[in-house]
């Protein structure tokens, strides 16, 4: 049988997924890599013929293809024929939870896999690399969400200073205040004319990513005590995260540097501008993108005086991170037992210093 795996939607994380995946398709073990896109627009027609161009197959709904063929798009498979010969489908739209409902519940069989993103939460379990990986059940998980980028940076927070060191139980309060930026530079729409604060939605958690960050650990029956802020600023670069935690056990920065020069997920940096660590990436990374899950500023790195409160910032990789996490459950569903290895290929897009 054909390992094909489809992704939906070519906006800011299906584009560059497609990419990565169709690129790197041969040491991932993928015999093809199919992607649908809905609307045939004429601005998106040199991206989709350059993704072509480099090997991925397009797929479109029937009622499409005409828009498509006056741009000389010629569509290879019909989106519903695309899913249904897939093994792993990975939803990149704002529309996972409603596709789950109209199309993949009827395709999900025990034989495919199904991701979504961010902001699809209840759409499965949420998953991310590193962090959750031995949850996975296989024949029983069909539905996985990928969690936001924001989410998997304070995930890392949270492993690498309070509960890898320390235990599971090591932290007692987390707080977290999500600087974001206005929109991706893949958007012409949305930009904000000045700093904008959010508001608190949830009554527990303060904003989606605590909830989201609470259920992905929640997933290893670990219950933490996580509370989140949001707020935008009028920039199109890195989202940062400014983190509190309060730890039960005490802690020193000797011990947390150690800890993020260990964990190849994770990245160091002296700078303190997000323009300069996102045009490390620019330069450096697969499409211009970091895989890393986090970027510590370590000139940020605060611990206090009797070890139990550390506070900072951190740089997030707002779809580096979301895409490898993509993969490798891609990879899980593909290859259960060679996750590991067949990641190895997208290393050179992993930096410890930038
Ligand atoms: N942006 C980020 O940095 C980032 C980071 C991590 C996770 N995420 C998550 O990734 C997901 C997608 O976000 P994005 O920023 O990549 O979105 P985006 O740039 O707005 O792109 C959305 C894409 O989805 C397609 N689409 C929308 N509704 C669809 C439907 N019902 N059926 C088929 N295609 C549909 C659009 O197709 P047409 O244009 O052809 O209509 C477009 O290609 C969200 O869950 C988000 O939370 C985003």
Same mark, same amino acid.
């Given at each position: 049988?054909? $390992? #094909?795996?489809h992704?939906?939607?070519t906006?800011? &994380? ?15 073990? &993928?015999?093809?890599?199919?992607f ?11 991206? #989709? ?25 010629h569509? +290879? ?11 792993? /489908?990975?939803? *990149?739209?704002?529309? =996972? ?27 499965? !379990?949420?998953?991310?690399?590193g ?6 059940? $296989?024949g029983? +998980?069909?539905?996985?969400q990928?969690?936001? *980028?924001?989410?998997?940076?304070i ?5 690498? #200073? ?9 932290? +007692?309060?987390? @707080?977290?205040? *999500?600087? $974001?930026?206005?929109? +991706? ?13 959010g ?11 605590? $909830?989201?960050?609470?259920h ?5 029956? &670990? ?22 935690? !309060? ?8 011990? &947390?540097?150690?800890? /993020?020069? =260990? ?6 940096t002296?700078? !303190?501008?997000s ?13 211009? @993108? ?19 409160e ?45």
């Amino acid at each position: 049988m054909k $390992r #094909i795996v489809h992704v939906v939607g070519t906006g800011t &994380i299906g584009e560059p997924l497609t990419g990565l995946l169709v690129a790197n398709k041969a040491d991932l073990g &993928i015999d093809e890599v199919t992607f649908h896109k809905r609307t045939p627009t004429p601005l998106d027609q040199p991206k #989709i013929k350059d993704l072509v161009r480099r090997g991925a197959k397009l797929c479109v709904n029937d009622d499409a293809r005409e828009g498509f063929e006056a741009m000389d798009l010629h569509a +290879d498979y019909e989106s519903e024929q695309a899913i249904e010969q897939a093994s792993v /489908i990975i939803d *990149c739209t704002p529309a =996972g939870n409603e596709e789950k409902e109209k199309l993949y519940n009827k395709y999900a069989d025990g034989s495919r896999l199904f991701l979504a993103q961010g902001s699809e939460f209840g759409f499965g !379990k949420p998953y991310a690399r590193g962090i959750n990986d031995e949850v996975l059940v $296989r024949g029983e +998980d069909q539905f996985l969400q990928i969690v936001s *980028c924001n989410t998997h940076n304070i995930a890392v927070i949270i492993e690498n #200073i309070a509960l890898k060191p320390h235990g599971d139980g090591n932290l +007692d309060e987390g @707080r977290f205040v *999500c600087i $974001r930026r206005a929109n +991706d530079i893949t958007q012409s729409s949305k930009f904000i004319p000045a700093p904008e604060v959010g508001s608190h939605g949830d009554a527990k958690f303060g904003t989606h990513h605590a $909830r989201d960050v609470f259920h992905l650990y929640g997933t290893k029956g &670990i219950d933490l005590n996580v509370f989140s802020s949001a707020m935008k600023v009028n920039s199109q670069y890195m989202h940062i995260i400014q983190f509190s935690l !309060k730890l039960n056990s005490p802690t020193d920065k000797e011990t &947390i540097v150690e800890q /993020i020069r =260990g964990n190849d997920r994770l990245a160091r940096t002296n700078q !303190k501008s997000s323009g300069v660590v996102f045009s490390f990436g620019r330069d450096h990374g697969a499409y211009g @993108r970091i895989l890393n899950q986090t970027v510590f500023a370590m000139p940020s790195l605060h611990v206090s005086e009797d070890g139990k409160e550390v506070t900072g910032y951190c740089f997030t990789p707002q779809d580096g991170n979301s895409l490898l996490s993509s993969v490798s459950a891609a990879l899980w569903h593909l290859y259960p037992d060679e996750v590991a290895e067949k990641l190895e290929c997208l290393r050179p897009n992993f930096f410890g210093e930038m």
